[in-house]
């Protein structure tokens, strides 16, 4: 679950840089391209449904963007995005520090798949992103941008899916339970993180209970036991 929290944690501050970089970008108003730029990041297939920038008064919203698993675990989404809002300080993004005035997210599904040999889809993918930063040259427009604060945090999350192909292979949904979220006056990476761990950690026994979703009760032939009120006692 610790694995889970960070990736999330990842996923979820890289898909704000990269939103904030292509609201600063003048290339990048066609959603083709965004796709194309979130594609060469992460090493997945992207579908994004819209996008919406405003650079001059520090805006950007995304709506409906869905990563794609890769074939090898199917290939269905893996990361559902219903919304990303993002309200930044226009000046201190052009100097590579990120100021956010109000950070709106909504995780409409995540989807784990375990493979035969026991292996994540998540072990997959974080994998294929180091090995792109690994191959990466530093430019101007890559350098690490740094975090300097966050004024509100609106948070979702939905529903949390758990595919294991070593099992039945079918899908379990599970609801996360985390709704509209306010986290307010975080000052750096350390007190975000700090502030998110008891909220992560909900949604994670929501899903995982000590581990992985609970098992579904044995079948037996054994008839259900009856009811107090059911039960009688034989006349003599």
């Known amino acids: 679950m610790k694995f889970l ?35 060469k990041q992460t090493g997945l297939e992207v579908r994004l449904g819209k996008l919406e920038l405003r650079p001059w008064s520090g805006r950007a919203r995304v709506e409906k963007l869905v990563f794609y698993n890769p074939a090898e ?68 427009t890559n350098v690490p941008m740094e975090f300097a604060g966050l004024d509100m945090l609106n948070l979702t999350l939905g529903k949390g899916t758990w595919t294991d192909l070593r099992n039945s292979g079918t899908p379990r949904e599970f609801n996360l339970g985390i709704r509209n979220e306010v986290l307010q006056d975080i000052k750096d990476s350390r007190e975000l993180i700090a502030k998110l761990t008891p909220v992560f950690m909900r949604a994670g026994l929501a899903f995982f209970g000590v581990g992985q979703p609970a098992p ?10 009856l009811k107090p009120s ?3 006692v034989p006349k003599p």
Do not use: M, Q
């Open 230 to 232: 059911e039960a009688s």
């Open 73 to 140: 675990f199917g290939g269905g989404p893996l990361v559902d995005i219903a919304e990303l809002h993002v309200e930044y300080d226009p000046a201190l993004a052009r100097e590579r520090k990120l100021h956010l005035n109000v950070l709106r997210f909504n995780l409409a599904e995540l989807h784990i798949v375990v493979d035969k040999d026991g292996r994540s889809n998540l072990d997959g993918v974080r994998a294929t992103v180091e090995e792109i930063r690994r191959g990466k040259t530093v430019t101007r």
């Open 5 to 39: 929290f960070k990736w999330t944690l990842r996923l979820l501050l890289l898909l704000v840089v990269l939103l904030v970089i292509l609201a600063l970008s003048a290339d990048t108003i066609v959603t083709s391209i965004a796709e194309g730029k979130l594609r």
């Open 216 to 225: 579904e009760p044995a079948t037996t032939n054994r008839p259900p036991a």
